[in-house]
């Protein structure tokens, strides 16, 4: 895991926990303080980093449903939005150190093992 997290805040208490790998083309994205079935859900996504004279950006992208979904999108400037299925609005989030400093990788990595592993689990009882 890289060694610092970035953590971004949106309206109504909407919080995102980016935990990048140290290689960083990946990272583990959770929503939290939101009223949605991904409310502190873990995300394995693809650090895209697109390079524009125009719009500059690093896309956090994961598969949902079979299809690729950006979860996030962030600027250069730490400002982007977030898409969570079956909202029909963007959200926008700007990067909140406070919130950063929250986040602990090591603890994101072991939850997201755990998610997937209870996942499997489940899973196999089907």
Known sequence: MARYAKGYKGYEGLRVAVSAYADMKHALVMFYGINHPWDRKIFLCDMNEVQSSVNPRIEYQTVIDGQPWNLLIISPQGTGEAF???????????????????????????????????????????
Not at 87 to 107: C, L, M
């Open 84 to 126: 969570l299925k079956d909202v029909k609005h963007t959200n926008p989030v700007s990067y909140d150190e406070e919130t950063s400093r929250d986040i602990n990788n090591e603890h994101q990595l072991t939850a997201y093992l755990e998610q997937e592993a209870k996942a499997r689990q489940e899973k196999r009882k089907k």
